[in-house]
């Protein structure tokens, strides 16, 4: 079982910056890719950022160059990052951190509860 516990969401005004983290516990493992995903009001929910197996990393063509996905992988523990600089309305969404077996990267079992971001113009 694992266990995902994101914080770091807020309020900024547009241009701002926020930085996510995303608390990983339980049974997870090199097998394990680690990645975020949001959904706005309305909208259906999409993936921002996230590692692949093989450790390279994927972005949302809307958030390159604004966003950075890291990961702090200490034993038997796992932290889970997302810097985001040049935040707009846009961006506005409940982010959620998510884990699966990199295997089943469309198969995603392991879902964090959420945290809100909104960006005021």
């Known amino acids: 079982q694992v266990q995902l516990v994101e914080s770091g969401g807020g309020s900024v005004q547009s241009g701002g910056s926020l930085r996510l983290s995303c608390a990983a516990s339980g049974y997870i493992t090199g097998r394990h890719c680690m990645g975020w995903f949001r959904q706005a009001p309305g909208k259906e929910r999409e993936g921002v950022a996230g590692?692949?197996?093989?450790?390279?990393?994927?972005?949302a063509d809307s958030v390159k160059g604004r966003f950075t996905i890291s990961q702090d992988n200490a034993k038997n523990r796992n932290t889970l990052y997302l810097q985001m600089n040049s935040l707009k309305p846009e961006d506005t969404a409940m982010y959620y951190c998510a884990a699966a077996e990199c295997d089943s990267p469309a198969l995603i079992p392991w879902w964090g509860q959420g945290t809100q971001v909104t960006v005021s113009s």
């Open positions: 590692f692949d197996g093989d450790g390279s990393i994927n972005y």
